[in-house]
C-alpha cells in the first residue's frame, strides 16, 4: 500500500466519522446514514474518477456539513469533516492522474511534494478556520475591504514574480 492510499483512506475514514459522529451526538439519525452513504460513494469514485462522482461527493459533504451545522451538530466535527473531505476529492484526483505513469523517481518526487503541499494546506486551512471562530475582531467594511484588496494585489504580485521566466 502506497503512501497514497494511506494518506486517502485515514482522510476518508477521518471525515467521515467526524460527519457522523457529529449527526450522532444531535441525535440525528438520518444524517449519520447519509454520511455512511457519502463515505461510501468515496470508495467507488476512486474506482472510476472520469465520472463525475468525485464532484458529487465532495458537493455531498459540504452539504452534509452545512445541514448537520443546522440541525445543531458539533460546528467543529462539521468543519472538520467537510475540509478534510477536500483532501479525500483532491487524492482522487491526484491518483488519477498518476494511474497510467510509472513509479519512477520523478513521479515519486511529485506525489511526495503534492502529499506535503495537500498536508500543509489542510492544516494550515483548518487552523486558520478555528482560529476565526474564537478570535473575533470588529473592523469596519471599509478596512476589511482594503484588506482583501491588499490580499488580492500581493498574490498577484507573487504570482507574477513566480511566472517569470528565469
Request: charged letters at 10%.
Given at each position: 500500500?502506497?503512501l497514497?492510499?494511506?494518506f486517502?483512506?485515514?482522510?476518508l475514514?477521518?471525515?467521515?466519522?467526524?460527519?457522523?459522529?457529529?449527526y450522532?451526538i444531535?441525535g440525528?439519525?438520518?444524517?449519520a446514514?447519509?454520511?455512511?452513504i457519502?463515505?461510501?460513494?468515496?470508495?467507488?469514485?476512486r474506482?472510476?474518477?472520469?465520472l463525475?462522482l468525485?464532484?458529487i461527493?465532495l458537493?455531498?459533504?459540504?452539504?452534509?456539513?452545512?445541514?448537520?451545522?443546522?440541525?445543531?451538530?458539533?460546528?467543529?466535527l462539521?468543519?472538520?469533516?467537510?475540509?478534510?473531505?477536500?483532501?479525500v476529492?483532491?487524492?482522487i484526483?491526484?491518483?488519477a492522474?498518476?494511474?497510467g505513469d510509472t513509479?519512477?523517481?520523478?513521479t515519486r518526487?511529485?506525489?511526495s511534494?503534492?502529499?506535503?503541499?495537500?498536508?500543509?494546506?489542510?492544516?494550515?486551512g483548518?487552523?486558520?478556520?478555528?482560529?476565526?471562530?474564537?478570535?473575533?475582531?470588529q473592523?469596519?467594511?471599509?478596512?476589511?475591504?482594503?484588506?482583501?484588496?491588499?490580499?488580492i494585489f500581493g498574490?498577484?504580485?507573487?504570482?507574477?514574480?513566480?511566472?517569470q521566466?528565469?
Amino acid at each position: 500500500m502506497t503512501l497514497r492510499q494511506i494518506f486517502f483512506f485515514a482522510c476518508l475514514a477521518f471525515s467521515t466519522f467526524c460527519l457522523a459522529a457529529g449527526y450522532l451526538i444531535a441525535g440525528q439519525w438520518a444524517g449519520a446514514a447519509l454520511t455512511l452513504i457519502t463515505g461510501l460513494a468515496w470508495l467507488y469514485a476512486r474506482k472510476d474518477p472520469a465520472l463525475w462522482l468525485p464532484q458529487i461527493c465532495l458537493v455531498a459533504a459540504v452539504c452534509l456539513a452545512v445541514a448537520g451545522l443546522l440541525a445543531g451538530a458539533s460546528p467543529v466535527l462539521m468543519l472538520l469533516g467537510s475540509g478534510v473531505a477536500l483532501a479525500v476529492w483532491d487524492l482522487i484526483l491526484l491518483e488519477a492522474a498518476l494511474k497510467g505513469d510509472t513509479l519512477n523517481k520523478q513521479t515519486r518526487r511529485y506525489e511526495s511534494r503534492h502529499l506535503q503541499s495537500l498536508a500543509l494546506a489542510l492544516g494550515f486551512g483548518l487552523l486558520v478556520t478555528f482560529l476565526g471562530r474564537w478570535l473575533h475582531f470588529q473592523l469596519p467594511f471599509v478596512i476589511l475591504l482594503l484588506f482583501v484588496a491588499l490580499v488580492i494585489f500581493g498574490l498577484d504580485r507573487i504570482w507574477r514574480y513566480i511566472k517569470q521566466p528565469g
